[in-house]
């Protein structure tokens, strides 16, 4: 008992012990000190002109080895493979750099020209009346701040003050030596071609030594687990390659119409538009936006009419669409691992970390961190926040929801499952597991009286919200019994079933058979055979509900049971023999006829069958079950009923021990 009161004391919420130990079979995930992050982060701030270079290689290594695999395999030498490889890669990049560049620089010298046409289109705003008054109010704050910073403060008449002057224009002529202007053009593109070439050296280094580092990252942090370790890597380099050849490839695909279709639409630049939407397609979320923005805003400026800019913003939420919808889950669906709220969050991070260089690269980055927290239990946490696979399993979820009070999320979760699960699975598998950790809870002593109805009234609200579900399914099986009396009768009933189906199970039919379903010892019971009452409703049966209140000494003779051929009774405490030994005695007495079974239950069942009919019998219950489809199949049996034996109708009492005296006089 003082174990149980220190466990209530340590948990600061009911179940909160109970879903940790839920979630993926871990007690708790490990978090990391605040000093420890604060620590990681300022050195990957201020250290940002040697970490940045690396991880940019490091991602162009993970990209381009694949081809230096391939290029290994037909033969060629690795030292020539990994130059023709980088040297390749390169080039396109610096030609996809040269193509925009003078596609920018063809773009400016027209900008002019757009002007007269963005002003018609004010001035037709103005005309028009529509956003005149936005347009005029615009104007006059702006004129009128203008005029407040222009206006100068009063100044004071003085006695000397000399008469204005006109200013006098100078021309200030800088005289610069050769060497100077070279110096002055080429010092800013110093320290980008040093980064790139330094880029470049990396690169080759770590293709060229690509086996060695791996064994000394192997020896430095998983010596001591290399299938843990070899796992990880082989993971990251998998989701990573995969990552940004995938997302190339859809790149691609997107800008290809997006540039055919500016040109035919008569867009100028349409090449240079083409390939901002590629490269800024690596952006998350935000990339695409802003290769849309400025097209459309020159869609504004060509044309004097509207249509245009419809047309073109037309066009590119067409291939948006097919994109993200269609292209991108064939390619590659999922597999970064990252949830979308992680890519978000990971893009706001590294961009402020790394600046626009860090938003490129903060998907794949994040990617190398998750795979990290997925095989390396210190780093859990980092899997946790950002991966996309749930943290809780479903019954933990589902008692999370019940314990906050809010049915109706966990109706929402619960038909979720639905679609994928029958009634039967979703309340063996998920809902009778959730009340099993509420159980838990309460017998640790930190659930009180109030939390536990709230947690019971929470699940029977969810049962009545899935009736519609449960009515569904019901008529689902009934029309897949009359096909199947059909193709029966036609003699084309199909012999074996499929290798899918050959695990389903068989639930038996109810029709005529009358239950009654009823809550053993506590109000979380009765929620369990709420759920029992709507699977056999499903089954065709007529299921009455009963609570354990009900079955009180004080009560159950006022229990009607004329129509009812089968009792079944819940205890989601398995330490409860006695109290269901005594509610089979009391039902059988009054009905003796009456089929009485037991379920006490458990997510694992109970493999020893032996033990469980030396039990029922011991009870004197007609069967015992420990889950869903063994409590469905013996309330449908139509064995008959198990009388009630001579010992359980009638006990010896024992005698009282005899006074003294009486025991003298009998020895005298």
Same mark, same amino acid.
């Given at each position: 008992m003082a174990g149980n009161l220190q466990n209530g004391a340590r948990a600061s919420k009911p179940g909160l012990a109970s879903l940790l130990a839920a979630s993926r079979g871990h007690p708790r995930t490990a978090l990391p000190t605040v000093a420890s992050v604060v620590a990681t982060v300022a050195a990957l701030y201020f250290g940002r002109e040697v970490f =940045?270079? %690396?991880? *940019?290689?490091? =991602?162009? +290594?993970?990209?381009?080895?694949?081809v230096v695999s391939a290029l290994k395999r037909i033969g060629i030498p690795r030292l020539p493979a990994v130059i023709a490889s980088v040297l390749g890669a390169f080039t396109a990049l610096a =030609?996809?750099?040269? &193509? *925009?560049?003078?596609? *920018?620089? #063809?773009?400016?010298?027209? %900008?002019?020209v757009y002007q007269?046409? $963005? =002003? +018609? @289109?004010i001035r037709a705003l103005?005309?028009?009346?529509?956003?005149?008054?936005? %347009?005029? /109010?615009?104007?006059? &704050? $702006?004129?009128?701040?203008?005029?407040?910073?222009?206006?100068?403060e009063p100044q004071l008449p003085s006695a000397a003050q000399a008469p204005k002057r006109d200013p006098i224009p100078v021309e200030i002529i800088a005289h610069e030596k050769p060497l100077e202007v070279l110096q002055n053009l080429v010092a800013p593109l110093l320290s980008p071609l040093a980064s790139a070439g330094l880029v470049i050296v990396v690169v080759i280094f770590m293709l060229l030594e690509r086996e060695d580092l791996r064994d000394r990252f192997i020896r430095l942090v998983g010596y001591g687990d290399l299938h843990r370790t070899t796992q990880a890597l082989q993971d990251a380099g998998k989701r990573v390659g995969q990552y940004l050849l995938m997302q190339m490839v859809v790149n691609i695909v997107y800008a290809v119409p997006i540039t055919i279709g500016l040109w035919v639409l008569g867009i100028p630049n349409a090449l240079l538009w083409g390939m901002l939407a590629l490269a800024l397609r690596f952006v998350p979320y935000i990339g695409p936006i802003i290769g849309a923005l400025l097209p459309l805003f020159l869609a504004l400026a060509v044309a004097p009419g509207w249509s245009l800019l419809l047309w073109t913003a037309a066009l590119f939420v067409v291939m948006e669409l097919i994109t993200g919808n269609v292209i991108e889950p064939w390619l590659y669906g999922s597999r970064t691992g990252l949830s979308p709220l992680a890519i978000i969050v990971a893009a706001i991070f590294w961009t402020w970390l790394w600046g626009p260089i860090g938003l490129v690269l903060s998907t794949p980055l994040t990617v190398c961190l998750v795979v990290l927290g997925r095989h390396v239990p210190q780093f859990e946490f980092l899997d946790v926040l950002f991966g996309n696979e749930? *943290?809780?399993?479903?019954?933990?979820r589902l008692y999370q929801r019940l314990l906050a009070g809010d049915p109706?999320?966990? +109706? #929402?979760?619960?038909?979720?499952?639905l679609e994928e699960k029958y009634l039967f699975e979703l309340y063996d598998q998920v809902a009778i597991p959730a009340l099993l950790l509420g159980e838990q809870d309460r017998m640790r002593g930190v659930m009180d009286d109030e939390q536990r109805r709230q947690v019971a009234e929470s699940a029977l609200t969810l049962v009545a919200n899935l009736d519609d579900s449960a009515q569904e399914e019901a008529e689902e099986d009934e029309q897949a019994a009359a096909s199947d009396e059909e193709k029966a009768a036609e003699g084309k009933a199909a012999e074996g079933k499929a290798d899918g189906e050959a695990d389903e199970v068989d639930l038996p039919d109810g029709s005529g058979i009358s239950v009654l379903c009823a809550g053993g010892r506590g109000e979380l019971d009765d929620a369990a055979a709420a759920m029992l009452a709507q699977v056999l409703e499903v089954q065709g049966a007529g299921a009455s509900r009963a609570s354990f209140t009900a079955l009180e000494p004080s009560a159950i003779? /006022?229990?009607?049971?004329?129509?009812?051929? +089968?009792? &079944?009774?819940?205890f989601l405490n398995r330490d409860s023999t006695k109290h269901a030994r005594f509610m089979v005695r009391r039902l059988k007495r009054l009905k003796p006829k009456l089929r009485v079974g037991i379920v006490f239950w458990s997510e694992i069942g109970n493999g020893d069958t032996e033990a469980a009919a030396k039990l029922a019998s011991d009870l004197n219950a007609d069967f015992l079950a420990y889950g869903m489809v063994d409590a469905v199949t013996g309330a449908l049996s139509n064995e008959p009923a198990v009388p009630l034996t001579l010992a359980a109708q009638r006990r010896p009492r024992?005698?009282?021990?005899?006074? @003294? @005296?009486?025991? /003298?006089?009998?020895?005298s």
């Open positions: =940045l270079p %690396i991880a *940019v290689a490091l =991602l162009l +290594t993970f990209a381009i080895a694949p =030609l996809f750099s040269f &193509v *925009v560049a003078s596609q *920018v620089s #063809d773009l400016a010298q027209n %900008i002019p007269i046409n $963005i =002003l +018609t @289109k103005k005309e028009s009346g529509l956003g005149g008054g936005i %347009i005029s /109010r615009l104007s006059g &704050v $702006i004129e009128r701040v203008g005029q407040e910073i222009d206006r100068q749930p *943290v809780l399993e479903p019954h933990a109706e999320e966990a +109706t #929402d979760h619960a038909e979720e499952l003779r /006022r229990l009607d049971l004329g129509s009812i051929d +089968t009792a &079944v009774i819940g024992r005698r009282r021990p005899a006074r @003294k @005296k009486e025991l /003298r006089a009998a020895a």
